[in-house]
């Protein structure tokens, strides 16, 4: 993008209500992989706002679901500083008129769109062979589903595992050889802090006894900060570069709860979720900041899980949380990774554990 279109995506975003801008460029710089609960890692609780973004001009990122809600606003904001941002969504249609917005918001952007649902591990598998460019520099998992009425996706998953966690799993696999052709490259896993209440368990994951949509909602959620810590911990193994980051958004407006499947329930709950969203829940920009800020803070290191810093982690500033059950239990984790490696048929080819020392 040109100053001149940079400066009229600035005034365009005032017109939208949602002021920022890029600071400094960026660029190669030193790395911090260490442990993200080392105290240089603690973020300071000041306001962090998309206008602390580095310049991301060269990087190429895809931002899953980015017709609508925070995947948009994330997918515009990396945009709006110089990003060429790949909308990978499920409606043609909706995403063309996603596409459409974000260039009337940010004049200039370099931005397409590619056709992926993660229902389907056909589509997944087209998207991924389909990729045009001679790397990937980032990978949002943001698209999901919450508390639908039960169902099963094309190859026969519980539609809310099936999409938020094996659906991720096998498009982060698929494009893991693009990831790895890039420099720095990152995978920032949306999560939820809604997933500390999750009763995971390994025997009904995929609904084979009983289905009650909130339990399998939030333990899809919890799957998700299971995968990203355990692609952090195989990646540090295998000596690669690749940093994979958890988010959690807070409360936030977004269609994840009257959208997909949800948007064939009745008159009535599609009325009362509308009016919880706006009276409880806060602005999607709002809700989009961690997911930008595990995207773009440079020194951010892999294995971080980022969430609000207010009250139960509802709503408030980007913060890391370190005292977290479910970035501990590796165990759990290597269990969930075995499984769906088998069930996807997506293998990452990671070790592991580190080779023995002769």
Known sequence: ?????????????????????????????????????????????????????????????????????????????????????????????????????????????????????????????????????????????????AMVPFSRTVDGFESQFGINHLGTFALTGLLMPHLLAATDPRVVTVSSEGQRFARFDMTNLNAEHRYRAMFAYLQSKRANLYFAMELQRRADIAGLGLRSTAVAPGLTRSNVLTGGPNSTRGRAYRILTRLLLRIAFRPTPEGAKTSLYASTVPNLAGGSYVVPDGPFQLRGEPVLRSRERAIQDSSTAQQLWVLSEQLTGVHYSLPAEPSSQK
Not at 11 to 27: I, K, M, Q, W
Not at 31 to 47: F, K, Y
């Open 1 to 145: 993008m040109t100053r001149d279109s940079r400066a009229a995506a600035r005034a365009s975003l005032r017109d939208h209500g949602d002021t920022a801008a890029c600071s400094v460029e960026y660029g190669p710089r030193p790395i911090d992989h260490g442990s993200a609960n080392s105290v240089s890692q603690t973020v300071p609780r000041t306001s962090w706002t998309p206008d602390a973004i580095p310049d991301q001009s060269g990087r190429l990122a895809v931002v899953t679901g980015a017709n609508s809600g925070i995947g948009y606003v994330t997918a515009r904001e990396l945009a709006r500083c110089g990003a060429h941002v790949v909308l990978a969504c499920r409606s043609r249609e909706r995403g063309r008129d996603a596409v459409e917005r974000l260039r009337t918001e940010v004049p200039g952007a370099r931005t397409e769109l590619r056709m992926l649902d993660l229902a389907d591990l056909k589509s997944i598998r087209s998207f991924a062979e389909g990729w045009s460019h001679d790397r990937l520099d980032l990978l949002v998992n943001n698209a999901g589903v």
